[in-house]
């Protein structure tokens, strides 16, 4: 059963640093895009990165471009989003998600989240 757990997330002041992680199991992660997602009280989700199967090329939202790092290690089927210099308006609760044809594309399975909240 293929399934995806995210985990790390917590209170962070101002100005810090979290790292998430997002632990696959129950398929090849060699072959699946990983998008990190997040969703804020009243707002719509939105997509902050992702990494491709292939080559593992990246892309982020601007709002965390030079701020947020994706990266992922398919021998321990992980992938992990550092999130550095956060802002209040970072908190939300934080989604890993996997696309099978591996494109950042289309997003099939979702993990169940983890709040981050960034406050003083």
């Known amino acids: 059963q293929l399934q995806l757990v995210e985990s790390g997330g917590g209170l962070v002041q101002p100005g810090g640093s979290l790292r998430l992680s997002c632990a696959a199991s129950?398929?090849?992660?060699?072959?699946?895009?990983i998008g990190w997602f997040r969703q804020a009280p009243g707002k719509e989700r939105e997509g902050v990165s992702c990494?491709?199967?292939?080559?593992?090329?990246?892309n982020y939202a601007d709002s965390v471009k030079g701020r947020f790092i994706i990266s992922r290690d398919n021998a321990k089927k992980m992938v992990y989003l550092q999130m550095n210099s956060l802002k209040p308006e970072d908190t939300a609760v934080y989604y890993c998600?996997?696309?099978?044809?591996?494109?950042?594309?289309?997003?099939?399975?979702w993990g169940q989240g983890t709040q981050v909240t960034v406050s003083s």
């Open positions: 998600a996997a696309d099978p044809r591996g494109s950042c594309f289309e997003f099939d399975y």
């Open positions: 129950g398929f090849a992660l060699d072959y699946y895009a």
């Open positions: 990494i491709r199967s292939s080559g593992g090329s990246t």
